[in-house]
């Protein structure tokens, strides 16, 4: 097993009224849909790119992963997601490789996905997610 193409690229913004604006000029197109998920305390935004998929995200709540990140680091690129068959696979493989689970178990993610994240000690910082389609 190995991970896939990358599935998305996470960025954490204050306001998506603001930055689906600014995505618009830049991508030359709408989103194509936004999306709450209240597990994590966020609302998502996706742009495509090409190929690619920007997903854009605001936090519903003090307390979310998202507002202490732009708390912590201002807006900017928060995760690197990429697309797995096999989600359970993975996180066995990986965490076999050493690297450590922010989650035991995948959980529901936006658009139709199980995810798991990756702590970015592990990973240069960088926060890494795994993405498998539902269904």
Same mark, same amino acid.
């Given at each position: 097993?190995?991970? &896939?193409?990358?599935?998305?690229?996470?960025? +954490?913004?204050?306001?998506?009224?603001?930055?689906?604006?600014?995505?618009?000029?830049?991508?030359? +197109?709408?989103?194509?849909?936004?999306?709450?998920?209240?597990?994590?305390?966020?609302?998502?935004?996706?742009?495509?790119?090409?190929?690619?998929?920007?997903?854009?995200?605001? @936090?519903?709540?003090? !307390?979310? @992963?998202?507002?202490?990140?732009?708390?912590?680091? &201002?807006?900017?690129?928060?995760?690197? +997601?990429?697309?797995?068959?096999?989600?359970?696979? !993975?996180?066995? %493989?990986? !965490? @076999?490789? &050493?690297?450590?689970?922010?989650?035991?178990?995948?959980? %529901? &993610? +936006?658009?139709?996905?199980?995810?798991?994240?990756?702590?970015?000690?592990?990973?240069?910082?960088?926060?890494? !997610?795994?993405?498998?389609?539902?269904?």
């Amino acid at each position: 097993m190995s991970l &896939g193409k990358i599935e998305h690229i996470g960025i +954490a913004v204050k306001s998506l009224e603001t930055s689906n604006l600014l995505f618009k000029k830049l991508i030359g +197109a709408e989103h194509y849909k936004t999306e709450e998920v209240k597990s994590e305390n966020v609302i998502t935004s996706f742009f495509k790119a090409g190929e690619n998929k920007i997903e854009l995200l605001e @936090a519903t709540s003090p !307390e979310s @992963a998202i507002a202490k990140f732009i708390e912590k680091k &201002g807006e900017g690129i928060h995760h690197i +997601a990429f697309d797995v068959k096999d989600i359970h696979a !993975e996180m066995k %493989r990986l !965490e @076999a490789e &050493g690297f450590s689970l922010l989650n035991k178990e995948p959980k %529901r &993610g +936006a658009d139709n996905k199980l995810v798991c994240f990756l702590h970015p000690k592990g990973t240069n910082g960088v926060l890494i !997610e795994l993405c498998q389609e539902i269904g």
